[in-house]
């Protein structure tokens, strides 16, 4: 029965990518245009499971990143408000040893990997996938969506240098000027970023009680204030007194940027990634800086991502 199940994905699937436009990816895979957005081979096999056949529970909390935006300190930060306990018991926290990809699912590649039972057992997940195709259970009342968005500068600059370390050392390395054409013209996974933005920003408009939206220089820049705005979101506020107060303060600096980069679960540490092989869990802490991508841009390339940055958010009223 397993088998015949599988099969009928697998076709279906394999149906839809041969009619899809696609393009040669970065590393092994393809990319496919689906639903208006550029997706991994692997991922549209998992997406096309979860539109099928995820359900939502009420009480799940969906995590939603384009990528390189923030996902990695997302992940640990709202893990370590549901499991706030564990910062009054440090030998016992998770994070201590497992990085924060392996505690928090994405949820498309989950799927990928366990098509006949593609919900995971976790509450807290995560997803790449554009608001418009997630499955419609997500949107469901009770399911908490949150979302970050980071300049799109810092954004393709964090992508070029994790996609060059990902790359076998027998390839060649991708130019910054060949991944900032493919950046703009929106022929990155999941792009276009401004469209993935966009669809996030207006449901948050709409559903403020579902989708909550953040940007990730606000939070470096007010860490507790947005730590205790989320928790609120998800109806477990911190307390408002002085051990509310110091709790809040505890999550933020464990879940910092100087903090978890220097376990040695994320320094020495890997963790398998399905559809790549093992990723060493450094790969995923670099600078955690707000404009590092002044340090490599040409002046020109900034002032073009600001300019379409600003032209598609301006008439939706989003902070660029
Ligand atoms: P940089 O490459 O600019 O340093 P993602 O987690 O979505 O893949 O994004 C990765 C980016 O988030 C990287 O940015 C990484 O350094 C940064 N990052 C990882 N952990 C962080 C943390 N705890 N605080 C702030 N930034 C973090």
Partial sequence: EQTLFNKEKEDDSDQILSVLPRERGWLSEHFHLYQGFWCPTIVLKGLLILQKHFRAQPSDILLATYPKSGTTWLKALLF?????????????????????????????LYAAANPVNPKPPNSLMHTHIPYNSLPESTKSPG??????????????????????????????????????????????PFGPYWNHVLGYWKASIEWPERVFFLRYEDLKKEPCFHTKRLAKFLGQPFTTDKEGESLVSKVVEFCSFKNLSNLDVNKTGSHSVVGFRVIENKTFFREGQVGDS???????????????????????????
């Avoid at 564990?86 to 928090?104: F, G, K, M, W, Y």
């Avoid at 300049?151 to 070029?160: A, E, N």
Wanted: aromatic share 10%; hydrophobic share 35%; glycine share 0%.
């Fill in 80 to 108: 370590t408000i549901t499991n706030r306990t564990c910062i009054s018991h440090p030998d016992q926290n998770p994070l201590l040893t497992a990085n924060p990809h392996e505690l928090v699912p994405t949820l498309e």
């Fill in 143 to 188: 399911c908490h969506i949150v979302y970050v968005y980071r300049d799109p500068k810092d954004v393709l600059v964090s992508w070029w240098h994790f996609v060059n370390k990902l790359k076998p050392e027998a390839e060649p390395r991708i130019s910054l000027a060949e991944a900032f054409e493919k950046f703009s013209k929106g022929a990155l």
């Fill in 294 to 320: 002044q340090n490599y841009l040409e002046r020109e390339m900034m002032d073009h991502l600001d300019q379409v940055t600003e032209e598609s958010f301006k008439k939706f009223h989003l902070k660029a």
